[in-house]
């Protein structure tokens, strides 16, 4: 199926530097997304359109809902993960993984049935192999489960949880792990999708009820939806903007997509060529997203 631009409405919102973590808040009936390079986080109400802006710092690239606390997000930053707090503004950092943090920062993120937060960790100027996946579980305590990746991104599971589906983006790959329910433990089974070199680089993904993978298409001007038993191309939506960052469903039924996008590595020329990049966009959808999970790592 090939959407159309009139089914992609901009968000009146900042551009961003480089838009990232789009989430659906249900406790703040809100949606959410960052700007890392920007240090801001963006709250914004569908009922009403308003956007609401928090000063960030660290490069936030991540966030998740907390578990029984509306006014905290856990937060992964360029020091570690954390908890941001929506009413001081204020970032506090639990966990340090075990990184230097001089030349790397976290990257996508996402949390599993357990609770647990996945998140992965880039160098600043991703140098190939500098970043890993950690599961961070119990009292913040982190696992390497995926080594020497270079931009991890794209963390989703099947409806049944069985299967982690993740991409390091400078492959073009996105990789299925078969998911121990029980334990949380990880083992490669197979490369779903080859995103093809002339379409782009695949950034950030999201899980559909049917089965589908929507995934956000770096220097490729759109959001495919992938077959995720056969890797098969079935959904196109085009965007107005070369450098697609990332994709989430939103809205109390999950049948919206909130897409976001970046201006990083576009010339005065490109930015003139295409001045939505940055933009943040918002799909109707003909299906619904699978819920996603609070992060329930303890708040002191």
């Known amino acids: 199926m090939m959407f159309n631009e009139k089914q992609v409405k901009k968000v009146d919102a900042p551009a961003c530097k480089l838009g990232e973590s789009p989430m659906w808040h ?24 308003a956007v609401k802006q928090y000063a960030g710092s660290r490069m936030i690239s991540l966030i998740c809902q907390v578990d029984g606390n509306d006014n905290l997000l856990v937060a992964g930053a ?13 970032l506090l950092l639990i966990s340090d993984l075990e990184r230097d943090w001089e030349n790397h920062r976290c990257n996508d993120g ?17 140098e190939p192999g500098a970043g890993d996946l950690y599961r961070v579980s119990g009292s913040w305590h982190a ?3 995926i080594e020497r990746v270079s931009i991890p991104n794209g963390m989703c599971w099947s409806a049944d949880r069985k299967t982690l589906f993740h991409t390091d983006s400078p492959t073009r790959e996105i990789k299925a792990y078969r998911n121990d329910v029980a334990t949380g433990e990880i ?5 779903a999708v080859q995103v093809p070199a002339s379409m782009g680089f695949p950034d950030g993904i999201s899980m559909d009820t049917a089965g589908t993978i929507w995934v956000a298409i770096w220097g490729g001007s759109g959001v495919g ?7 098969e191309l079935a959904h196109w939506i085009p965007m107005p903007v070369p450098h697609v960052s990332s994709c989430a469903f939103v809205g109390p039924a999950l049948d919206r997509l909130l897409v976001t996008t970046a201006q990083k590595e576009m010339s005065d020329e490109q930015l003139a060529q295409y001045p939505d990049s940055g933009s943040t966009f918002l799909v109707e959808m003909a299906v619904s997203g699978l819920p996603t999970h609070d992060c329930q790592l303890p708040i002191a």
């Open 187 to 191: 083992t490669f089974d197979r490369i």
């Open 78 to 90: 360029q020091g570690g993960i954390g908890t941001y707090n929506l009413e001081s503004h204020e």
């Open 143 to 145: 696992t390497k489960k």
């Open 26 to 49: 249900s406790g703040r009936n809100s949606a959410f997304w960052v700007d890392i390079l920007g240090n801001a986080i963006f709250e914004y109400k569908l009922d009403d359109g």
């Open 110 to 126: 996402a949390v599993d049935c357990f609770g647990n937060l996945w998140v992965g960790t880039t160098h600043v100027d991703h």
């Open 225 to 231: 939806g992938f077959n995720s038993v056969t890797g």
